[in-house]
């Protein structure tokens, strides 16, 4: 079956440092795969897409991810990280094929230290 | 974007009651989807619905139903609420073609 894992439940880091999450995916053909975020109490809001073409990702905030095919993986990044990124990140992959659904990680947790 | 509103943003509710917690969008969305999200296990999926009557089973389905009569309405049902399904459910809207899917603020379930 389809899965997505995210390796780091927590993170922290302090605030200017910069930031990698880690999301590797199962599914072997071209993925659809997106970076969401949540803050505390609020639904989920995108941060990025990708489909295809270029694979570095440009997202909302300052963040990008990078698709790796060879490692299966789409890596969410920001050079330096601010106080108000902390928050919920979950990576998620979209099945194709018959019914879409997407299939999330179980999420990584951000602290960020003044 | 699309506004997706839950009924609720908390609720409590007594063990065997039957409860209902509905989902709208204000766009013309085919896909419409149930998560229940847990500390550690992420989004889980329990229904999803793809046009109006139409509705498949996700990855968690067992004790819960689903209602999508309109299209711009997908109710989650709990026949008999029971405390394992204290939780907070999200309602998601769109997806489709690999388009955005949007969420809504959630609905903190607590069953006593």
């Known amino acids: 079956a389809q899965s997505v894992t995210q390796p780091d439940i927590h993170i922290t880091v302090s605030e200017g440092a910069s930031l990698e999450l880690r999301c590797n995916y199962s599914y072997g053909a071209t993925p659809y795969l997106f970076w969401y975020v949540q803050s505390p109490g609020q639904g989920l809001q995108l941060l990025l897409k990708?489909?295809?073409?270029?694979?570095l990702v440009q997202g909302i905030k300052g963040f990008e991810a990078e698709f790796k095919r060879s490692q299966s993986s789409f890596n969410l990044r920001k050079p330096s990280v601010h106080w108000s990124d902390a928050a919920e990140y979950f990576c998620?992959?979209?099945?194709?094929?018959?019914?879409?659904?997407?299939?999330f990680g179980k999420g990584t947790k951000l602290t960020v230290n003044p | 974007d699309v506004k997706v509103t839950q009924s609720s943003r908390y609720l409590v509710k007594r063990t065997g009651e039957k409860v209902f917690l509905e989902c709208v969008q204000d766009m013309d969305h085919e896909n419409m989807f149930w998560y229940r999200q847990d500390p550690g296990l992420g989004l889980r999926l329990i229904y999803f619905?793809?046009?109006?009557?139409?509705?498949e089973k996700g990855d968690i389905p067992e004790g819960y139903s689903v209602s999508r009569e309109k299209k711009e309405r997908f109710s989650l049902i709990l026949e008999s609420a029971s405390t394992n399904q204290t939780s907070m459910y999200l309602c998601?809207?769109?997806?489709?073609?690999?388009?955005?899917?949007?969420f809504g603020q959630g609905t903190r379930l607590t069953v006593v």
């Open positions: 990708y489909f295809s073409g270029d694979t």
């Open positions: 619905s793809y046009d109006v009557k139409m509705k």
């Open positions: 998620a992959d979209l099945t194709q094929g018959g019914s879409e659904k997407l299939v």
């Open positions: 998601a809207v769109g997806g489709q073609g690999g388009t955005e899917a949007f």
